[in-house]
């Protein structure tokens, strides 16, 4: 593992000390990193030790989504089906729940860099963002904040909104971007995208969606009013899942196709797919074992 690094070296210590079976899938995660993505996970790793976290409580974190979804995906393969299927049903045991919400938060950003399909997704933002567009960006949901700050980095946008109904999401992306980025004209709000009256119909000039769509009841809702919100030429980015179960996954799609029809039923369309199967399997392999499979499409209105 690169030396330069250490922060890094120390939580895969952590990790492994409490999960000693996990050390090769994460050395070999380290080592597909580039020099860049290593340096920025170590960077997150300083922000939260400055916050007064530990390398300890991030290893925990860490452990705590994939303990988790390790036993969705035994309730998955047992039953065919997700364990809850409507929002109230994990309201309160995950949203509701801010010191799970925190863990969750913590956890779920580490994965960016050390889940395959996590970074794959997070590089094609990168790859795909237009880096010369001005105007107006809305990010629904950012979670811990790692796609809006790439955003903010590679993008040249005059104006940035984020919404999230989480509390504790709207918390951690307001403390990322004005740790590693205080001057971007961003605006965090913790509110609904849905029943934002003040957010006009064609007014943005790029929206991205990352892992929404399998958590909320309704996706098409959603893909709706994305269409209705963006620009005729805007740049729209949406991430999300196919048969890939988690503690407050309740939306399941079983095929590509099925995910694909919705989003141009809904007033977009596709203009560039990335579909990523589970972890040494391929995408025919996938679908047939019902394995997840992580998509990541950039759309354009239709």
Known sequence: MDDTAP??????????????VHRAFLNQAISGGTPEEITRLSKYLEFCLAKGLTLEYLA??????????????LYFRDNGSYRHSTFDEVAE????????????????AITNFLWPNHLAMARFLRETLPRDRSGRYLEIGPGHGFLLLSALEVGSFDEVLAVDLSAASVEQTRTI?????????????????LEAA?????????????????????PDVFLRRIAELAKDDAYI?????????AVDHIFLWRTTDELEQMITDNGLTIVEPLRLPYEGKSLEESRELNLPINVAYVLAKA
């Open 7 to 20: 922060l890094v070296t120390d939580l895969v210590e952590n990790i492994t000390e409490q999960y000693p």
């Open 60 to 73: 925990e974190c860490y452990l705590t989504i994939l303990g988790d979804t390790l036993e969705e995906q």
């Open 93 to 108: 045991s995950v949203y509701h729940d801010r010191d799970y919400m925190d863990r969750y938060m913590y956890g779920l």
């Open 177 to 193: 971007i004005d740790h590693f980025n205080p001057d971007a004209p961003a605006h965090v709000e913790q509110r609904d995208f």
């Open 198 to 218: 003040d957010l006009e119909p064609g007014s943005f000039d790029a929206i991205v969606m990352g892992e929404v769509l399998e958590h909320v009841e309704k």
């Open 237 to 245: 980015f949406v991430t999300t899942c196919i048969n890939a179960p």
